[in-house]
């Protein structure tokens, strides 16, 4: 059985923010988030949220997810009495395997291979993850006996100069047999420095109990790095991106630039993709074997199929292209645009909720909203779907092989056939027949004693 607790009550004054600390975002997602999905891949049987300052946004904020529980913690009087909220809601306990993993709302890139190895080394006892900085400066420290084993964790606050030298720090994450952890917790007092009940104070009752404390570490620095600041959310986000880019580039993505692409959710990408500077990724993007992303596009649950290019400064939302499709550069993809196989859509062209069959085209200045294009129908330069009356939404429906004039405008509800040339101009209010030319002619005029007016002197 096992539960996890998140911290979450601090106030996050250095954040200088009317926003709970921990619903400020790195990589598009809230930092509890962040925590509350990495702790989901341990499949735990529980999990609680001490809330504190901001307690009804936060809760707000995950209303709608499943097993998740809030405690409230009023006044925050330390991490010990933090925990000491969640333990009505604690599951299990009758067994020695029954774990508690506790973690922090605002240390949100914790991986959970390293939750897993922590509650791993955690064995028939208790285990701290724990890690060793050149500048321990503020950290609780570990301080270990001469056989080496964990006997208590001192505060930066409390140490002896001797303790000082110790770089070996309390991460603040701990994995703890759930029955003990409640007794342990009944015995916290605040004779310390800062007047708090301590978590940390456990540690020295477990070895009082004869119950071993085992440490593991983080692969990575940044994995328990804690944000207090702008400034360290921004250092943060920094180091998560980098990390993201690493692992695209040992997937087999080329990037113009590493520094320079921001991964805001998942991006799964197939072989040979290519991505130039200044892109943005949001939400749930796979690009397909080849694909190439030209400079400065944003993309958003998006699912680009092999060889398709995307050409710069383009944006695309909740859309979906078949292979080798071209889109941009300065294309404007809106959620519902699906578009087939070696479709072609160019500048300044906006596109939404519409189907593009095989080879259609639109290479310039459009929008297309609420349409069915068949095969190879080319829409020229200008044309417009006028889908809206002011009230209501209509369907626009183009056959294979026509070519829809440049400037032209469809007026939906509307059906033009199949291999029916528009031409120029043309308002088409009515549905057509399959073939032939449909025009709505103006009739062209030339004064030729018109003079043009001068500048008033
Ligand atoms: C804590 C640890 C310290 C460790 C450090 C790592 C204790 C006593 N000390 O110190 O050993 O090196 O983290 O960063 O545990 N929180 C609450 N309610 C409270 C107090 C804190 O929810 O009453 C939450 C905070 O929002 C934060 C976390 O607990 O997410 C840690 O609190 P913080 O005050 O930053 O702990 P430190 O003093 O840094
Ligand atoms: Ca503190």
């Not at 006996?145 to 720090?169: F, L, P």
């Not at 993809?333 to 699906?338: F, I």
């Not at 519409?354 to 929008?367: N, P, T």
Request: glycine share 10%; hydrophobic share 40%; net charge negative.
């Amino acid at each position: 059985m096992l539960n996890v607790v998140i911290l979450a009550a601090g106030k996050g004054t250095r954040m200088q923010s009317d926003l709970p600390k921990v619903l400020h975002r790195i990589a598009g997602q809230s930092m509890l988030a962040h925590v509350i999905n990495s702790a989901r891949q341990l499949n735990p049987d529980n999990i609680v949220v001490v809330a504190g300052h901001g307690a009804e946004a936060v809760q707000q904020a995950f209303a709608s997810e499943q097993s998740l529980h809030f405690v409230l913690q009023q006044p925050q009087l330390g991490t010990g009495h933090a925990v000491q909220q969640a333990v009505p809601k604690l599951l299990g306990g009758e067994n020695p395997t029954d774990t508690t993993l506790i973690l922090y709302g605002d240390v949100p890139l914790v991986q959970s291979q390293t939750m897993q190895r922590l509650i791993d080394a955690r064995a028939n006892g208790m285990a701290v993850l724990t890690e060793f900085l050149p500048d321990p400066t503020g950290y609780g420290r570990i301080v270990r006996n001469a056989d080496g084993a964990i006997q208590r964790i001192v505060e930066h606050k409390d140490a002896s100069a001797e303790e000082h030298q110790i770089n070996e720090v309390n991460t603040g994450i701990i994995a703890a047999p759930t029955a003990q952890l409640k007794e342990w917790l009944a015995r916290l007092d605040n004779n310390n420095a800062q007047k708090e009940y301590y978590l940390t104070d456990i540690i020295g009752f477990a070895v009082q109990d004869q119950i071993t404390v085992g440490a593991a570490h983080p692969d990575y620095g940044w994995e328990t790095l804690g944000v207090n600041s702008r400034l360290q959310q921004a250092e943060l986000e920094r180091l998560w991106q980098g990390e993201q880019a690493r692992r695209l580039m040992e997937a087999g993505v080329t990037l113009a630039d590493p520094a320079r692409i921001d991964v805001r959710g998942s991006l799964q990408c197939g072989r040979d993709v290519f991505i130039d500077v200044g892109c943005v990724f949001e939400g749930q993007v796979e690009l397909a074997d080849g694909v190439h992303i030209g400079p400065n596009c944003v993309i958003k649950n998006a699912k680009l199929g092999a060889g398709t290019t995307v050409h710069a400064f383009s944006h695309i939302d909740q859309s979906q292209a078949d292979r080798d499709v071209s889109i941009g550069p300065f294309a404007r993809l809106r959620p519902g645009t699906v578009l087939g196989e070696q479709v072609h859509i160019g500048n300044f062209v906006e596109i939404k909720n519409s189907q593009f069959a095989a080879q259609a085209k639109a290479s310039h200045l459009s929008y297309i909203g609420d349409a069915q294009v068949g095969q190879r129908v080319n829409i020229g330069a200008g044309v417009i779907t006028c889908n809206y009356d002011g009230a209501n939404k209509f369907k626009t429906v183009i056959g294979d092989d026509s070519f829809i004039g440049s400037d032209s405008q469809l007026v939906a509800p509307v059906t033009v056939g199949k291999n029916v040339t528009v031409a120029a101009g043309t308002t088409v209010r009515h549905d057509t027949a399959d073939n032939g030319l449909v025009l709505s002619p103006k009739k062209q005029e030339q004064k030729t004693d018109w003079q043009r007016p001068q500048k008033n002197k």
